[in-house]
C-alpha cells in the first residue's frame, strides 16, 4: 500500500507511546508501544481500585425513583441520603440529577449573617410603586445592618430575562426564573426583594411552592387603577391606551389581585401613604416572624 504523502505520526494521549517514523519500504507510520512497566501496571490497578465505590454509588442512584410535584420539580433521597432531583419545565426532562451539599448551609450562613433569608415579593399594577417601596425597604434594613437585593422586574429583563418578550409563555418564564434566582438569594441568608408585576396567581403561587412555608412572603400593592394609571411614570399607559402596547396588565391584560397576600399597602382614602411607610410596615412584619434575627 502506497500513499500520495509522507507521513510522521506522533501519538501523545499516553506516556507509553513512542515518536513514530515510517520505515523505509512504506509511507505510512506505525506505533511502537513500550513494555509497561510494573509501576505504571500498579498505578493503573490503584486508579480502577479508587472509582470502584464511586460507579456503585451512581449505580445505586440510578435505581431511585422521584415523585413529580405540580412546579415541574421533584426531590427524593435516595438510599445514600443524596438529593434527586428530576426537571419537567418546558415538556424538557432531566433524570438522575443529583444535588451536591455543600459543608456549610443555610443555617450557617444566616448566623453569619444574623438574620433569616426570605423572599418578600412585590406585586401589583404598573404604577402602583413596587420599585419605590422596594428601594425605601432595602434602603431602611440597610441602616439596621441587615443584607438586602432587590430583583426589579425592568433589571431582569436587561440582562437574565433579556431573551423574554412580554407574550403570555415569556411572562410565565419571566417569572419563573425570577422566582428560582431569588429562591438563591434566600438560601445564601439573604433578604431578597422581588419587585415584578406578576399579574397571574398561578405563576406566583409556583414561585411561593419552591420555597420552604413562611419564607415567601407576598406583598401586594393594592392601588386603584386610575392612581396607576394617573401617575404613569413611563408613559405605558399612555402608549397602552393608543393601542401602541398590547397586552398590557390592567388595559387589555388582567391582573389577578392576591387572594390572601402576607401584607397588603393600600392607599388610605384619598391620600397614599409614603413608601418609608409602607416600608416600615413590612419591617414590622419581618420583626414579628423572627427574620431581622438569626
Given at each position: 500500500?502506497?500513499?500520495?504523502?509522507?507521513?510522521?505520526?506522533?501519538?501523545?494521549?499516553?506516556?507509553?507511546?513512542?515518536?513514530?517514523?515510517?520505515?523505509?519500504?512504506?509511507?505510512?507510520?506505525?506505533?511502537?508501544?513500550?513494555?509497561?512497566?510494573?509501576?505504571y501496571?500498579?498505578?493503573?490497578?490503584?486508579?480502577?481500585?479508587?472509582?470502584?465505590?464511586?460507579?456503585?454509588?451512581?449505580?445505586?442512584?440510578?435505581?431511585?425513583?422521584?415523585?413529580?410535584?405540580?412546579?415541574?420539580?421533584?426531590?427524593?433521597?435516595?438510599?445514600?441520603?443524596?438529593?434527586?432531583?428530576?426537571?419537567?419545565?418546558?415538556?424538557?426532562?432531566s433524570?438522575?440529577?443529583?444535588?451536591?451539599?455543600?459543608?456549610?448551609?443555610?443555617?450557617?450562613?444566616?448566623?453569619?449573617?444574623?438574620?433569616?433569608?426570605?423572599?418578600?415579593?412585590?406585586?401589583?399594577?404598573?404604577?402602583?410603586?413596587?420599585?419605590?417601596?422596594?428601594?425605601?425597604?432595602?434602603?431602611?434594613?440597610?441602616?439596621?445592618?441587615?443584607?438586602?437585593?432587590?430583583?426589579?422586574?425592568?433589571?431582569?429583563?436587561?440582562?437574565?430575562?433579556?431573551?423574554?418578550?412580554?407574550?403570555?409563555?415569556?411572562?410565565?418564564?419571566?417569572?419563573?426564573?425570577?422566582?428560582?434566582v431569588?429562591?438563591?438569594?434566600?438560601?445564601?441568608?439573604?433578604?431578597?426583594?422581588a419587585?415584578?408585576?406578576?399579574?397571574?396567581?398561578?405563576?406566583?403561587?409556583?414561585?411561593?411552592?419552591?420555597?420552604?412555608?413562611?419564607?415567601?412572603?407576598?406583598?401586594?400593592?393594592?392601588?386603584?387603577?386610575?392612581?396607576?394609571?394617573?401617575?404613569?411614570?413611563?408613559?405605558?399607559?399612555?402608549?397602552?391606551?393608543?393601542?401602541?402596547?398590547?397586552?398590557?396588565?390592567?388595559?387589555?391584560?388582567?391582573?389577578?389581585?392576591?387572594?390572601?397576600?402576607?401584607?397588603?399597602?393600600?392607599?388610605?382614602?384619598?391620600v397614599?401613604?409614603?413608601?418609608?411607610?409602607?416600608?416600615?410596615?413590612?419591617?414590622?412584619?419581618?420583626?414579628?416572624k423572627?427574620?431581622?434575627?438569626?
Amino acid at each position: 500500500m502506497t500513499a500520495s504523502a509522507k507521513f510522521t505520526l506522533v501519538y501523545t494521549s499516553s506516556p507509553e507511546l513512542d515518536f513514530v517514523h515510517p520505515p523505509p519500504s512504506t509511507k505510512l507510520g506505525f506505533a511502537k508501544f513500550r513494555t509497561t512497566s510494573i509501576g505504571y501496571q500498579r498505578n493503573m490497578t490503584s486508579i480502577s481500585k479508587n472509582l470502584a465505590p464511586i460507579k456503585a454509588m451512581e449505580g445505586s442512584r440510578m435505581q431511585s425513583y422521584v415523585e413529580v410535584k405540580p412546579n415541574g420539580h421533584a426531590v427524593t433521597n435516595d438510599s445514600n441520603g443524596s438529593i434527586l432531583h428530576k426537571s419537567l419545565a418546558n415538556g424538557m426532562e432531566s433524570e438522575n440529577i443529583v444535588w451536591h451539599k455543600s459543608s456549610v448551609d443555610k443555617i450557617d450562613r444566616q448566623e453569619l449573617l444574623q438574620q433569616k433569608g426570605c423572599v418578600l415579593w412585590i406585586t401589583g399594577l404598573s404604577g402602583s410603586g413596587k420599585s419605590t417601596v422596594a428601594c425605601a425597604l432595602t434602603g431602611a434594613l440597610h441602616a439596621r445592618g441587615k443584607l438586602t437585593y432587590i430583583l426589579d422586574g425592568d433589571n431582569v429583563r436587561h440582562g437574565l430575562n433579556r431573551d423574554l418578550t412580554f407574550k403570555s409563555e415569556d411572562r410565565a418564564e419571566n417569572i419563573r426564573r425570577v422566582g428560582e434566582v431569588a429562591k438563591l438569594f434566600a438560601d445564601a441568608g439573604v433578604i431578597c426583594i422581588a419587585s415584578v408585576i406578576s399579574p397571574y396567581r398561578k405563576d406566583r403561587a409556583a414561585c411561593r411552592s419552591i420555597l420552604p412555608d413562611g419564607d415567601f412572603i407576598e406583598v401586594f400593592m393594592d392601588i386603584p387603577l386610575c392612581v396607576c394609571e394617573a401617575r404613569d411614570p413611563k408613559g405605558l399607559y399612555k402608549l397602552a391606551r393608543a393601542g401602541k402596547i398590547k397586552g398590557f396588565t390592567g388595559i387589555d391584560d388582567p391582573y389577578e389581585a392576591p387572594l390572601n397576600s402576607e401584607i397588603v399597602l393600600r392607599q388610605e382614602g384619598e391620600v397614599c401613604p409614603s413608601p418609608e411607610t409602607m416600608a416600615e410596615k413590612v419591617i414590622s412584619y419581618l420583626e414579628e416572624k423572627g427574620y431581622l434575627q438569626a
